[in-house]
Nanobody, 126 residues
Framework: QVQIVESGGGLVQPGGSLRLTCAAS????????MGWFRQAPGKEREGVAC????????TYTDSVKGRFTISRDNARNTVALQMNSLKPEDAAVYYC???????????????????WGQGTQVTVSS
């Protein structure tokens, strides 16, 4: 059974940091690009970052460039999203997802991703 589990969300003040983690199992993780998405109340799901299956390419949405870092550890079937200098507009439920489209040529799009976690809440207070 495919399982993707996000963790690490919480409450942080503007300017603070959080590190999200994603643990995956039940599929051939090393052949999948992995993405992070977020969805705020009343907003559409937004692609945040993507890392290719071989860690050869990484993309970010413009609003997080320079602040967020995505990484993966294929030996552990995990993905991380380090989030620094958090802003109130970063508050959302963050989702980890997998696509057999194994490279990241652009900001991740939800329709390309076939496996999803349940999300972890990130709250940035003001």
């Amino acid at each position: 059974q495919v399982q993707i589990v996000e963790s690490g969300g919480g409450l942080v003040q503007p300017g603070g940091s959080l590190r999200l983690t994603c643990a995956a199992s039940g599929f051939h993780f090393r052949h999948y690009a992995m993405g992070w998405f977020r969805q705020a109340p009343g907003k559409e799901r937004e692609g945040v970052a993507c890392v290719s299956s071989s860690d050869g390419s990484i993309t970010y949405t413009d609003s997080v460039k320079g602040r967020f870092t995505i990484s993966r550890d294929n030996a552990r079937n995990t993905v991380a999203l380090q989030m620094n200098s958090l802003k109130p507009e970063d508050a959302a439920v963050y989702y980890c997802a997998a696509t057999s489209f194994n490279k990241c040529d652009d900001v991740p799009y939800a329709v390309e991703y076939e496996y999803w976690g349940q999300g972890t809440q990130v709250t940035v207070s003001s």
